[in-house]
Structures are given as C-alpha cells and as structure tokens.
C-alpha cells in the first residue's frame, strides 16, 4: 500500500533531493516534497496549513544548517521528526544535535536507512502526540476537579480518602491532609444519618453508584445538608479500584423546603398544624383506630365572643388572644394528640386511641375549666370561653370529613344551649342536618316557583292617630305544607348564600305591592318597611339595585324604609357603609331593628343616617314585669329622640304595654294587640280603618 508523506525538505541541492524522493518512493510512499533552503522559507513552510509528517535537513548548507534548522523547527512548537542527512557524517556532530532533540542522522551515501528512520520515528512522534494528549486531559480534568464549584472526594475501594478538592475543604473546615486516610462518612453528623449512610455503604459494597441527603457536620460543629452521588471507578478489566463522590451543599434548598413544608402545613400565628396536617392526622388516626378496633375522638372548638375582643380591640389583640388560647390549649393534650387551629378561632383536637367517651369527657372538661380563667390583655380581664363539639370514630362517623362536620354541628349546639360547654354529636343533631339539607334543597329557586309571599303588619301612630306605615314579613308557602315563618329558613338562606336571591325579591315585590297599596304619589305619609340582611347589604350593587326597584315600581323613596339589623353596624365594611350612604342619598328611610339585642353603641346611631330605631320585642314583653326592662325602653325613647330618631316599638300585645309605651313617648307601635301581619288583599282595608281597628 502506498503511503502518503509530506516531507519538509531542507536542502540545497535539487539532485540530492530527486534522489531522496526516489528513494522514499522506493520505500512504498507517495511523497510530498517541499524543499526550502533559507530560515525564513522554512518559518513560512512550519507555519503554513501543511500536514508535515516529517523534516527531513541537509547538514549543510551555504546560508543556513541543520542546527539552525532544528531550532527553527523547535521554535515553530511543532512536534515533527527531524532526521539531518548528511555526506559525512562525524560522530561528535552526530551527538550534539541529537542531544538537542533531532531523531537521526542519516548518511546521504546510504539512504537505506532512510525509510525506516521516517517510519520508526512516524511512529514515536504519533505516540508522543496521543501521550501529550492524554496529558493535557488529565491536566484538565484535575483542573476541573481542583476548582469545581462542588466537593469531590476519591476513596479507594474501601472508602477511605485519598483525595478531596478545595471545595471539600472550604465547606468543612478539614484540610486535604486531614481527610484523607479517613472513611468517606467522617464528617457525618454523629447522632443522625446512621441509616442512610448503612444505606451507601451497602450500596457501594455491591459497587453500585448511590444517591442520597446527609446531614453532616463541619470542623466547626455546625451542621448542613449535602446532596451525594458516589460513583464506583473501573479499571480497564471492570475491577472496582476507588469510589468518586460529588457532593453539593443543599442546605439553603433544604431550609426553604422545609420553610414552604411548614407554610403549607402549620398556622403561622400561633405554630400550631392548620387544617391540612390536621385533616392528614385524622385520617392517620382512624387508620390506627380502625387496626387496633379502637376509639378515636375528634373535639371541635370555638372560642365564645371572640369577634367581641377582635372587634373592640382591635386584631392584634384578638391574635393575642388566640396565641394564649392555643397555649391553653396545649396543656390539655398529651404526646401523641393533635391540637390544631383550623382557622379564625376554631380549633381541633384529635385524640387517637382513647378508650370511652368518659375519657374524652375529661379532656373536654379541662378544656372547658382552662377558659374559666380571664385572658388579660391590654391589663384588662377578657373572659372567653369555649364552646365544644365531640365527635367519636366509628360511631359518628369513619371518614374523616365526616367527623369534623359532625363535629362542627355538636359545637353549635353546645353553642346554642348557652355557650361555654362541650356537647357529644346525637342522633338528634344528625336528623336536624338533614333537615336543614332538604331544607336548602326546597328553598333554592322558591322565589321563581312564587312559593314566597309578603305579609304585612301596620305601624300605627302611638297618641292613636293613624296608620303610618306597614312592616313587610316575608312567608314561605308550598303546595301542602304549612306557612314557614321567616325564623325558620333565613338563617339558613343566609348561611348557604341564598339570602341574595330572596332578598331582592322581597324588595322588589314590597315595592310594586305598596305602590299599588299606597299610591304612587308621596302625599301620604305611609310607608312599607322592609327587612334587608347585612349580606345584602354587602353586595356592591345592592343600592343601585334598589333604586331601579323603585324606578320600576312607581314608589317613592320616601315611602320605602330599609330595617337593618345592629350587626350590619359592626361589620363596617366599606360595601356596607357605600350602600348606606346611597340609599339615603336616595332619600330612603333607614331603620336599625330589634334595637338593644345585637352589639349596641350609641356611636353607630350617630356615625350611620338612619331616620327609626325600632326597640326589640323582648324589651316590649318585659316592661310591664321587669323594672329594668321598662327603664331601659324609657331611655331608649330618650336617648333616640335627643338623637332626632323616631322610635318604634315592637311586638306589642297588651294594652297595658301599649299604655306603658304610650306614656314613654314613643312615636310608632307594632304589635299584635293593634294588627297581626296579614296577606296584601287584607291590608287595604286596614289602611283605610286606620287607627279603629284597635
Ligand atoms: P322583625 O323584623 O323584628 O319583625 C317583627 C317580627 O315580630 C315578625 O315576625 C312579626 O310577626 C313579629 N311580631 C309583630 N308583632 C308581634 C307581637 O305583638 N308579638 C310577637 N310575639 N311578635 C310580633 P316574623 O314575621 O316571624 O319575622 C321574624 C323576623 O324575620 C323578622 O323580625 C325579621 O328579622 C325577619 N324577616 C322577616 N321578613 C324578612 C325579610 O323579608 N327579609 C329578611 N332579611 N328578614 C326578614
Ligand atoms: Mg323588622
Ligand atoms: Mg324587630
């Protein structure tokens, strides 16, 4: 095979160089021959493209030498073969030259030895190229492990160190020297970390690469978090002869984990699991129980009147509160219980395993007794108590979701029989749900079938003048079953949001019913008063949405007047005061009702335009027994007319009340004794009776 060989020529003779490419190609190659004479020509050839595979130079030569010519290669950075042909050769020059790095010298009178030579020396010169090259790998590569950005470290096959790069050094404190001829996990944190480092040592002793977290210890005792992969090194044969480990510092990933793990799991207030990891150690807990046929409890708490404390002294106080409440509340459970806050101030404890309903009943008892004792904020006693609802796996319920909600409704009830106590979920309780469940089912879209109805009770001048107005009461009626009075389904429309619907309704029948009953024009003084739930009273939109009632209707504002339960007062919200500004922009009448029974201040009466305060039934029914009661209402009248309110009073059924009322100065009566709210076709005559029907 003939080979291809591009020769550097160094000869001034152009015979002698015919008679070297004879020669090369009587040797089986296919030479390229460039020949040059003067350094400057032999610099240009070194620096051109061409692949040289070998230099070949004459000793002498009028301007220039084979010495000359090996500097000028050595110069170039080219590693090629230099062989010098020479006519004589003389051994000291030989020697020198081949010192300074020439690979041969060749007698021009026996080229014999020439193609060899080339050979030989091709070969030397691509070994010492792959050489050079593997050299400069490894130089690299250390070069990358000495300044990687992560710790490396090689054991040998036993792990024991050998090596670790300056990153290892710099985040631990040990020094090269100090590490190495120790086991790879010196620096693992002593108390922790056994298993997984069990885990890595198992894994590399089947010379398998292993993966994994440790938490380790610097020189300095403080602890991180290091991510490891640790690799087995083959010899050409597949023997395993050193393990690599690449190790990155995790600790600031570890702590942000860990910081969203507690975000998403605990309450940020008071530390304690929020509704999440609560719900996940109920269902644990029922896992347990149900393995073991055991009792598992579930006590749903909520703090009395704790809205009071937030709403008078404001939400960093009632934070206070909730934080020592929590504590409180701590002390009543023990390891292996959770107690967690579900948000607002509702808690809840799980007690995994207990034995009896007695059992639970001590825990809730001392829960109970723990909110005996005041809570002092801002140096002043605030009593708050707590209100409990128990519910037991299995019997109340084996899904978890179940037991809180059958918790939840125990905790109402305990609420409703007077605060401050716990209360075992029922069988009674249970039915009261469904009821309320196939109540909402029914109430939703009663307006569209026209299953509700207004009723209507006047308002009469209290000195017996006349009719004033008539108080619109809404009634539920459906195909064969009795008339639902108002208690008994809007609180429930307004707890499953259905009290929107209805509302506008109401407010808009009462229109285009009185304005049928009374007249489109304003000349009469009568008015219909009509019952709004603080929710509505949220709705953005509600004000524009009565005044386009009224626009629809032909009634005037002055004949419409909007009762507003007190709470709507301490809700304060934005929505709620805009509402009440433009309704009486409107010129509509404002009236607070059931006054002395919600979250009474005076301030309120005064911050918000309203025209009537309406005094609770309650009092009404007192004052004729109670001598507190008739005070009360007494000051009431005073108070609201200094305040320039008209006052009404409502739920009157005697006469003796009525005289009572009468004599206090009140303007307005409502009551039975005068008139029972009555369907719209009963109320025209009664308006045109006025005052006789009493
Ligand atoms: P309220 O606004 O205080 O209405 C007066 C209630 O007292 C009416 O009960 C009325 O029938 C009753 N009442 C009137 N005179 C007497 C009396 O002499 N003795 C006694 N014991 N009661 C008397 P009703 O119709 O059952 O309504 C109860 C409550 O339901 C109302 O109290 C009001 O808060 C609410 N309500 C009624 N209609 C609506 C409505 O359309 N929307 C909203 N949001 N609430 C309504
Ligand atoms: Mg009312
Ligand atoms: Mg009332």
């Known amino acids: ?71 000028t290669l050595q110069e170039s950075g080219r590693d090629l073969p230099f062989l010098i042909l020479s006519g004589v050769v003389r051994a000291e020059e030989a020697v020198t030259l081949l010192k300074r790095g020439a690979h041969d ?56 160190i050998g090596y670790v790069n300056p990153k290892f050094e710099k985040t631990t404190g040990y020094l090269a020297d100090e590490a190495v001829g120790r086991p790879i996990d010196f620096i693992h944190r002593q108390d922790a970390g056994a298993e997984t480092y069990r885990a890595m040592w198992a894994t590399m002793g089947e010379g398998r690469e292993w993966r994994g977290e440790f938490c380790n210890q610097r020189r300095d005792g403080s602890l991180f978090w290091e991510h490891a992969t640790v690799s087995p090194l083959e010899d050409a044969d597949g023997k395993i002869t050193n393990f690599v480990a690449v190790k990155e510092d995790i600790t600031a990933r570890r702590s942000y984990e860990e910081q969203l793990l507690r975000q998403a799991n605990y309450d940020d207030l008071t530390g304690l699991p929020n509704r999440l990891l609560m719900l996940d150690r109920l269902d644990q807990a029922i896992a347990l129980a149900n393995r073991r046929a055991a009792l598992t409890a579930l006590l749903y708490i909520d703090l009395d009147r704790f809205k009071n404390v937030n709403d008078s002294l404001g939400h960093a106080a009632g934070d206070r509160l909730l934080v020592e409440a929590s504590g409180r509340l701590g002390e009543c459970v023990r390891d292996g219980d959770t107690l967690a806050r579900m948000g607002g101030d509702e808690f809840v404890i799980i007690l995994p395993g207990v034995d009896d309903g007695i059992a639970v009943q001590k825990v809730a008892d001392r829960v109970i007794d723990t909110f005996a004792r005041p809570f002092v904020i801002a140096d002043q006693n605030h009593f708050v108590t707590a209100s409990m609802g128990i519910t037991l796996f299995p019997a109340d319920g084996t899904d978890g979701q179940v037991l809180l909600r059958n918790g939840e409704l125990a905790m109402y009830k305990a609420k409703e029989q007077g605060r401050g106590r716990s209360q075992f979920f029922t069988r009674e309780i249970n039915e009261r749900m469904q009821e309320r469940l196939h109540l909402e089912g029914n109430l939703r879209g009663a307006a569209g079938r026209g ?79 009509v019952n709004v739930s603080p929710r509505q009273l949220q709705n953005p939109a509600f ?88 005070r009360l209402v007494e ?24 005289a009572f009322i009468q004599n206090c100065g009140c303007d307005v009566v409502q009551g039975f004794l005068l008139a029972k709210p009555m369907p719209v076709a009963d109320v025209a005559i009664t308006l045109k009776k006025g005052w006789s029907c009493y």
């Open 105 to 160: 010298f060749l007698d021009k009178g026996a080229l014999a030895r020439l193609v060899p030579a080339i050979e030989r020396e091709m070969r030397e010169s691509g070994e010492r190229a792959h050489r050079r090259r593997a050299e400069e790998r490894v130089r690299v590569l250390s070069l990358a492990i000495e300044q990687s950005p992560v710790s490396v470290v090689i054991t040998d096959r036993d792990g024991i």
């Open 543 to 630: 004000g524009a949405w009565v005044e386009r009632q009224l626009g629809e209707s032909g009634l005037s504002p002055q004949q419409l007047e909007l009762e507003i339960t007190e709470s709507v007062l301490v809700d304060g919200s934005s929505e709620t005061e805009n509402n009440l500004r433009t309704l009486c922009r409107l010129g509509i009448r404002l009236s607070i009702d059931d006054f002395g029974t919600g979250y009474s201040s005076l301030g309120y009466l005064q911050r918000y335009p309203f025209d009537t305060l309406k005094i609770d039934k309650s009092f009404v029914a007192g004052v004729m027994v109670d001598a507190n009661a008739a």
């Open 635 to 658: 000051t009431i009248v005073t108070m609201a007319h200094s305040l320039g309110l008209e006052t009404v009073a409502e739920g009157v059924e005697t006469a003796e009340q009525l």
């Open 451 to 529: 299953e509700l109805i207004l009723h209507y009770q006047p308002l009469y001048r209290a000195d017996g003048d006349s009719v004033v107005g008539m108080e619109a009461l809404l009634r539920w009626q459906r195909p064969g079953i009795p008339l639902m009075m108002p208690g008994g389904f809007i609180s429930l429309a307004e707890e499953v949001g259905l009290i929107g619907e209805i509302g506008d309704w109401v407010v808009a029948t009462a229109c285009r019913e009185a304005c049928a009953l009374l007249g489109p024009s304003a000349t009469s003084a009568t008015r219909v008063a």
């Open 1 to 71: 095979m003939v080979k291809p060989l591009v020769v550097l020529l160094i000869e001034d003779s152009a015979d002698d160089a015919e008679l070297l490419e004879m020669e090369l190609v009587r040797g089986g190659f296919r030479p390229t021959i460039r020949r040059v004479e003067t350094a400057a020509e032999m610099r240009t050839a070194l620096a051109s493209e061409a692949p040289w595979d070998v230099v070949l130079s004459d000793y002498h030569l009028p301007s220039f030498g084979a010495a000359a010519a090996l500097a």
